[in-house]
């Protein structure tokens, strides 16, 4: 077992290597790159939008000087084959230094810390939610199995499951913050102006009263569906052999539920704990523009647009990795469900 997961994790550093050139080949061979941005600025100011440039980005160097060009190549280290530029890369990410983002011409793993908490937070809220709420329910229901609770609720849930997280964050925003109807919930930010002059439990409040909204956006979809895969797993173990002996022997019903048929019906569920690294960069480009977050979504879309590509390649470094990390824990997990597995 222990030689499956020490390869598994072998694995892992050629497939990271792999997606890194990839990921490096494209954005490189992308049209509007960070020299077109900076003479777009220098010809119509900085406070020029930065959208369209991949459109008008060719042609774009004609006229210029060579000695600007040669000097902004080399600022921008482009004064190199695109593969000695990736050995560069890759000889610095050792140390954790992806270098410097061009838009804001700081270290790149400072600009994602900064915008780390946002994600971070709205990431880890709705994956403890989501599970939380999505086992004990799926479990009740499938004790209720075809009740008018079951049938209820199944509905309930696929009708939330059927509405986009960004046009369910809208019609929220429109019903209760102050749309149309009712202005309970704030939009904007994570916590109030005066939040640091409020007292720990305030605070707290604060930080709930601003959450709430969002964190239903976040956590709807995967809910749902946990819920029902719980559910059908659940009622899947309860038709086995094993249950209708322990039924047989004269257990409660609680028992044979939660004691014997629990545990392997958690199988299924466990496939997604492994994904739980990945909501240290849960950003979502909808929400966080809909709710006006300044998190990680956000950051990798205005890199992208503003073709940052250190920052592009410091988000896909990290989150590639955690998510081929992700799938490791997975794997283990399955062996603490169920020590039956045997993955040699």
């Given amino acids: 077992m222990l030689r499956y997961f020490f390869r598994r994790i072998l694995i892992l550093l050629p497939t990271l290597l792999g997606v890194t050139i990839v990921v490096f080949a494209i954005i490189n061979m992308a049209p509007g790159g960070p020299i077109d941005q900076k003479l777009h600025e220098m010809r119509f100011g900085s406070g020029a939008s930065s959208e369209g440039m991949s459109t008008s980005s060719r042609g774009s160097t004609q006229g210029v000087p060579d000695e600007v060009l040669n000097a902004l190549k080399k600022q921008y280290g482009f004064d190199r084959p695109i593969h000695e530029r990736y050995l560069l890369w890759l000889k610095n990410i050792v140390t954790l230094n992806f270098g410097e983002s061009f838009t804001y ?3 790149v793993v400072d600009v994602i810390v900064s915008k780390f908490p946002v994600s971070l937070q709205f990431g880890i809220i709705s994956l403890i939610l989501s599970y939380l709420i999505s086992i ?15 049938v209820t609720s199944s509905f309930i849930l696929f009708v939330f499951y059927s509405i986009p997280s960004f046009m369910l964050a ?3 925003i429109v019903l209760f913050s102050g749309g149309s109807f009712f202005e309970i919930f704030p939009v904007g930010g994570i916590q109030s102006e005066m939040y640091d002059e409020l007292s720990g439990w305030e605070q707290f409040l604060d930080r709930v009263h601003h959450f709430t909204l969002p964190l239903i956006c976040y956590t709807i979809g995967s809910f749902t569906s946990l819920t029902v895969l719980m559910k059908n797993s659940i009622i899947e173990e309860i ?4 249950i209708r002996t322990a039924r047989a022997k004269g257990l409660e019903e609680k028992v044979v539920y939660m004691k014997h048929a629990l545990r392997n019906a958690l199988i299924p569920i466990v496939t997604g704990l492994g ?4 909501v240290f960069f849960a950003g979502s480009l909808l929400l ?10 956000l950051l990798s879309y205005k890199s992208i647009l503003s073709r940052d590509y250190n920052v592009i390649m410091g988000l896909v470094f990290i989150q590639s990795g955690l998510f081929l990390l992700g799938n490791v824990i997975s794997d283990f997990a ?11």
Wanted: proline share 6%; aromatic share 14%; charged share 25%.
């Fill in 105 to 107: 011409e700081e270290p």
């Fill in 136 to 150: 004990p329910l799926g479990i009740f229901k499938a004790i209720k199995n075809g009740s008018v609770f079951d």
């Fill in 170 to 172: 809208i019609l929220l």
């Fill in 239 to 242: 038709k086995k052999d094993y």
């Fill in 275 to 278: 994904g739980f690294l990945s």
């Fill in 288 to 297: 966080e523009t809909i709710f006006q977050l300044d998190g990680i979504g």
């Fill in 334 to 344: 399955y062996v603490l469900v169920d020590p039956r597995i045997d993955f040699t």
